[in-house]
Nanobody
Framework: QVQLVESGGGLVQAGGSLRLSCSVS????????MGWFRQAPGKEREFVAG????????YYTDSVKGRFIISRDNAKNTAYLQMNSLKPEDTAVYYC????????????????WGQGTQVTVSS
């Protein structure tokens, strides 16, 4: 059974940074392409970023391009989302996701989800 556990969320002022981590257990991280989603209150869950199984391909939603960086460390079985220049509109619960596919693009449907971590950006 694969488990994804997010950490690193919290409260930060606008313009600040946070790094989210997604620890994978039950199977090696290299088996999956990884992604991050977020869901703000009253809104649908949306794709934020994805990284291919090899780490060579990165995908971002337009609103975070140039500010967020997705990465992975297969040796640590952990994926990351570095979030810089945070804005109040980035406030949401952030979810880690995994897919057996080789890539994780904007339309990829995950096979596994984490439980989510809250990110709150104050103005």
């Amino acid at each position: 059974q694969v488990q994804l556990v997010e950490s690193g969320g919290g409260l930060v002022q606008a313009g600040g940074s946070l790094r989210l981590s997604c620890s994978v257990s039950g199977r090696t991280l290299s088996s999956y392409a990884m992604g991050w989603f977020r869901q703000a209150p009253g809104k649908e869950r949306e794709f934020v970023a994805g990284i291919t199984r090899s780490g060579g391909g990165l995908y971002y939603t337009d609103s975070v391009k140039g500010r967020f960086i997705i990465s992975r460390d297969n040796a640590k079985n952990t994926a990351y989302l570095q979030m810089n220049s945070l804005k109040p509109e980035d406030t949401a619960v952030y979810y880690c996701a995994a897919t057996w596919n080789a890539i994780f693009a904007t339309t990829t449907r995950p096979d596994y989800w984490g439980q989510g971590t809250q990110v709150t950006v104050s103005s």
